[in-house]
């Protein structure tokens, strides 16, 4: 008899060229490898995508797969990956995002479903415990996506039934789109335009369900492992404040930091008392919500009583707000009417709101005038053009089809000087907090394999360690020092790059799992018990030094995916403002910009702690070899990319 | 010889909601729905679970699951009398072995949380998990309870109690530096 184990065992690809509809079943060498989520699709996307295609072309690739305990009971497995070429950084892209898709999709028997191709004309696809079909979408094309869930969940007369969609924003390629779970209030998958993917291949949305059991290997295990992260989340004062107030809780941090990054990351005071945690739970919530299996319910639901947007419900979530405050908007009513518009036409509030800072500051330095924004007076703060611009991008209207191709490309097309002013890395809009003034920070944005990303890495160690504690783990005491240390952050950064992928791998939410109070609940939750879950899941047999490599596997896969299409070393850079220009602060310190010197020796010794070449920042052939990646060593020494 | 107590015995699991706190209402986890599978079926699969969460859109979530019905209308369809008395709970639980997957109780259960299994295509319903329940042991934010039908009463008292309280506090003006008791924003949806 085959063994208990929580995986489906199948993918399902099909081809929207010629509808052909293929199942395998899952290769226990591949698994035992890549565990599932992020790891399965960096390796498919890997093996499949070269770098002759394009992100918009048929053969591109979109990779769906629910994390290894998606599925199951484990608390906060619930996290599904979309990976794609992105549209906007050319190279390796993902989206994670939490909902009951991913699950449905295991219980309907698969662990990963492929797209590729291109239909004809506007389809969807709907997967029924096994039964596979091409659906017409006609009807749903140019559909919001609220409306296309509900359209579809009377369609197939089923309210329970899981779906993603895109907005139409992703149906005309807007590079910034997002792909939705459950209509418009549930989880996104935003970041790397992977919306724009999903749209150029004419597929509208994915419908899932299934009556499937995903088994348990071992019960025992199992509900000791659920006893123990109950307790340990019970004792972590880092929990209290996220069931209180959610993600809003961030503000807090950023005020105590002054890293806001307000009006196109410029000043890191900010007048943020209107977004105040409190006044958004006070005046706005309706109830605290959480994403499936969540103990913690940091996510809420936010409605508008009265005034101009009375009626507007959001699932709001801090990265709107930090966007918000980089156009310089301060209105709880605006912020929310932003995420609930961003939702409902498919955008990625991130990219959009970081898109429009940089409109703004095209606009206040005088490289847009009033007859390129349609008349739009694009001030720093102003509501109703930060609103309309958002609208007019998601439609590629005027000034927003430019902005559209995000704010990279957006540069290139406006010119006159105007790059300084596009706040990304690799292409993908900035994100979180301003590094300035903390060099691991600025060092982890610029080694993220998806663009700018606070989440492909966790440096928010170095604020709950101590000097003993980072002697002990990092070499050095200095990884301690936010903002002086230097030494040992390279090692710093490489463990919490290895460490919050194992999360990406697993499914697990990295609010429950990968942040704490404590570097020792850290490390208990995200490595201790993930490995625990895992093992009694899935019967493997996997110790905790395995976990923590499978994690630098699929990190080193991504890094090599980039190093195929022709990046090095000099991508892996912050914009020259954090460099060059002192974040303003109510008073001005010597933190206020980036030590270049700092961050470069940070990034050596974190390409040395890597095990890649330091001159060029590819991975060696030495480290590929012990993280068993052969195919990829022979495919680069092939492509010349390796010696 | 003996009178019939049970309305004071008889537990059964509801939904009590505490809407004056932050996370006093259904979040839509539905983590019960995968403990329910698990306790009963050994495996994770929320079809096979005897507890749901429903969805009303809008972040609107409500647990449901079987009343353990005095005088049930599933137990009056079914031919095969498969729904029989648990003398010990004191409920109807479904006989797997008398049952023959025919639905007929499905359609007749007014809450609709009598079910068939995808699996076993026998019916399916809440039995308690013999005195105690996993959905309400694992809720994270504690609004399911194991409780007799009295206490129920005494719930919905207070319940009833605190909306008075809030319904007459918000007239009077707020003493400063006192905590006020928070209303919910949402005011229409507490009452009927």
Redesign the interface.
Known sequence: MKQKSSYAGKILSINLSNRDIHVEELDPSFVSLFLGGRGFGSKILYDNVTPNIKPFDEENLIILTPGALVGTGVPAASRTTITTKSPLTEMHGDGHASGTWGASLKYAGYDCLIVKGKAEKPVYILIDDGRVEIRNASHLWGKNTSVTDKLLKEELNDPDISTVCIGPAGERLVRLAAIMHDGSDKGVNARCGVGAVMGSKNLKAIAARGTKDINLHDQEAYKKAYQEYLETIAIDPYVPPATKYGTCRFMYHRVKFGIHGAKNWRYGSFEWEPLDPEVFRSDYQVKASSCPMCPIMCRRDYRIQSGKYAGTVAKLEWECIARSITCGINNPEIVIYFSNLCNQLGLDVEGTGGTIAFAMECYEKGLLGKEDTDGLDLNFGNHEAFLTLTKKIAAREGLGDILAEGCYRASKIIGKGSEKFAIHVKGGEMTAGDPRGMPVRAVSYATSTRGSDHLRSNPYVEELITPEEAEKWFGSKEAADIYKGVKGKGRLLKWSEDFVTIGDILGLCKFAYYRSASFEYLKKKGLQLATKFYNACTGSNLSEEEMFKTGERIFNVEKAYNTREGADRKDDIIPLRFFMEPLIKDKIDENAVVDRGKFNTILEEYYKERGWDVNTGIPTREILERLQLRSIIQDLVKRGKLA | MSTKINLAIKKRVVYRSRPHE??G?C?????CE??CS?AN????????ARIKIV?LG??I?IPVTCQQCEDPWCQKACYVNAIVKDKKLDIFIVDENKCIGCGNCVGACPYGIILLD??TNKAIKCNLCNGKPACVA?C??HVLEFITDNDISKVNRRRFAAILYNEDNALRPVPSGAERI?L???RERRRP
């Open positions: 932050a996370t209402l979040t839509g986890c539905r983590s995968l403990a698990l079926a050994n495996v994770f699969n929320p079809q096979r969805a809008a972040g979530d995808p699996i694992i994270p934010s928070r919910l924003p949402d």
